[in-house]
C-alpha cells in the first residue's frame, strides 16, 4: 500500500506540473482553440458559453444536456473540463485523480490508502448532416487491486470469480468506455441517433455518479450504485434513440453481464438484455428519467439469476451569481428471476460556492440480501440500511487547465440491531482524500 500510496502522489504531482506548464505553452497553439482565458469567475463563463454553443451529440439542443453514455442532466449544469477546437472537431477533456486515505470503523471496517482516476475524451464533428461522436474513458483504479477499496455494506461484483465483494467496492475496469455515435436531422427540433460502445452505457438509470454534479465530488461510491447506474460499464451496447424539443426515447440491448474480475480486458459476450429509457428536460433546470431493463444472468457466481431493474430520478440545477447548486432523488428496484425484489432510495446534493468550497451531502436507504455469504445462519436475510454522508472540497490551487484540493466526507449508519454483532452498534467511516481535476 505504501508503494501505491507513492505512485499516487507521483502521478497526482505530475498532474499539476503538466498543468503548469501547458499554462505557460498553450498560447503558442495555432492549431487548437482553449475556451478559457482567465482563472477567474469568468473563466467559467466563457467554458459554459462554449459548451452551451456546441450541440449536443444526439439531438439539437446544447451539449451541457449530456452526461455519461446517452444520458441527460439538467441544462443549467456547470461546464467542468477542457473544451478545444481542433480543425473540424470540437473537444472536450475532464478527469480527475483521488489519492484517499479510507477509514471504514466497526468489526467488519478496514483502513486503506487507495488512489481513483479517470480521463475521459470527447470529440464530435459534422458528418453529412448529422453529427457523428467520438467517446473514451480511462480509470487507473485496477491498480488498487482487483478487491477495490473498503465500504461497509457495499455489495456486488466478485474480485476473484470465487467470492462476493462484501463491504467493499470494486475498482472500474481500466477501459469504462469507448464509443461511437451519429445523430441526424428529422426537422429543425428532433432527431434520431444511434449509440455503440464496447465499453459503452445502456440506456438504463440516471447518469452514473462520477458524472453528475450533485455526485462526483464525494469520493465514495453510493450504496445504491447497484440499484440504479451498476450498468455504466456494459462490454457491449447498442442503443438506438430519438429526441424531440425536451424529450428522449431511447432502447439498449446490451451484454447483461457485469464485469469480470480481470479489470484491463476487454470482454465480449452476446448481448443478451434489453432496456428502455424516457427522459424529460422540461426546462434548463431539470431532468427527469425513467427506465426499465432486463439483466440476464448479471452476476458471474449466479449465473441462474436474471434482473428486471426500474429506476426513476429527478436531478434539479440552481446557480446564482458564482455559485452553483445540484440536488437529485432517485430510486431503484431490483427484481431477482428467481430471488426477491429489493428497493434503494437516494438524495444527494452538492454547493459549489465561488471558486474554492464545494459541499456535499448523501441519504441513502437499501434493502441487502448480499451481506452474507453462503453457509452463513445469516444468508439470505434482507436487512435495511440506511447512510448519512457529509463532506467538502477546499480548491487551494489552480491552473489553467487543473485545480487542486483537499477533502473529507464523514459518514453515519442506521441498520438493524440484528447486524450489531457484525458491524458494531455505531460505526463511523470517513476518508481524506487529495485531489487534482482537470478543469
Known amino acids: 500500500m505504501k508503494k501505491y500510496g507513492i505512485f499516487s502522489a507521483l502521478l497526482a ?17 495555432d492549431k487548437d482553440t482553449h475556451s478559457k482565458t482567465t482563472p477567474s469567475s469568468q473563466t467559467t463563463h466563457d467554458m459554459e458559453s462554449m459548451q452551451h454553443a456546441m450541440r449536443g451529440f444526439y439531438g439539437a439542443y ?8 446517452t444520458s441527460w442532466q439538467p441544462e443549467a449544469t456547470p461546464a467542468d473540463g477542457i473544451h478545444t477546437n481542433m480543425g473540424e472537431w470540437s473537444t472536450m477533456w475532464h478527469g480527475f485523480i483521488n489519492a ?11 483502513s486503506q490508502t487507495i488512489s481513483q482516476s479517470m480521463l475521459m475524451g470527447m470529440g464530435q464533428r459534422s458528418l453529412g448532416e448529422g453529427t457523428l461522436g467520438l467517446r473514451g474513458m480511462i480509470s487507473l483504479d485496477p491498480m488498487m487491486g482487483k478487491r477495490g477499496y473498503p465500504l461497509l455494506f457495499q455489495t456486488g461484483e466478485t474480485a476473484d470469480g470465487e467470492n462476493h465483494l462484501v463491504d467493499r467496492q470494486h475498482p472500474h475496469d481500466f477501459f469504462m468506455e469507448l464509443a461511437v455515435s451519429y445523430s441526424h436531422p428529422i426537422t429543425s427540433d428532433s432527431s434520431a441517433f444511434i449509440y455503440a460502445g464496447l465499453p459503452g452505457e445502456p440506456a438504463l438509470g440516471p447518469p452514473a455518479f462520477m458524472h453528475r454534479f450533485s455526485g462526483m465530488e464525494n469520493p465514495e461510491a453510493p450504496l445504491t450504485h447497484h440499484w440504479l447506474d451498476s450498468t455504466h460499464i456494459t462490454f457491449g451496447v447498442v442503443t438506438l434513440g430519438a429526441t424531440w424539443h425536451t424529450v428522449k426515447l431511447e432502447g439498449s440491448v446490451f451484454n447483461g453481464r457485469e464485469p469480470d474480475q480481470y479489470r484491463y480486458n476487454i470482454e465480449t459476450r452476446e448481448l443478451d438484455s434489453a432496456s428502455a429509457r424516457l427522459s424529460w428536460n ?31 430520478s429527478a436531478s434539479y440545477q440552481h446557480n446564482w451569481r458564482a455559485n452553483q447548486w445540484q440536488t437529485m432523488l432517485a430510486w431503484g428496484r431490483n427484481n431477482k428471476d428467481p430471488g426477491i425484489t429489493t428497493d434503494g432510495w437516494l438524495l444527494e446534493s452538492a454547493l459549489r460556492t465561488g471558486n474554492q468550497f464545494t459541499y456535499f451531502g448523501r441519504i441513502e436507504r437499501v434493502e441487502n440480501g448480499e451481506l452474507f455469504e453462503h453457509g452463513d445462519p445469516m444468508h439470505g436475510r434482507v436487512f435495511k440500511i440506511n447512510k448519512v454522508t457529509l463532506g467538502t472540497v477546499y480548491d487551494f490551487a489552480r491552473y489553467t487547465y487543473a485545480k487542486i484540493g483537499v477533502g473529507a466526507s464523514v459518514s453515519r449508519y442506521v441498520f438493524p440491531d440484528d447486524l450489531n454483532d457484525y ?16 478543469d
Open 100 to 110: 484517499i486515505y479510507d477509514h471504514q470503523g466497526g468489526p467488519r471496517g478496514d
Open 62 to 69: 446544447p451539449m451541457s444536456r449530456e452526461a455519461s453514455g
Open 282 to 312: 422540461p426546462t434548463p433546470a431539470w431532468a427527469l428519467q425513467i427506465s426499465h431493463g432486463r439483466l440476464e444472468s448479471p452476476e458471474l457466481l449466479e449465473p441462474e439469476v436474471s434482473m428486471k431493474r426500474t429506476t426513476a
Open 423 to 438: 458491524y458494531g452498534s455505531n460505526p463511523t467511516s470517513y476518508m481524506l482524500f487529495l485531489r487534482a481535476k482537470l
Open 13 to 29: 504531482l505530475s498532474i499539476i506540473l503538466s498543468a503548469h506548464a501547458q499554462e505557460h505553452d498553450h498560447h503558442s497553439s
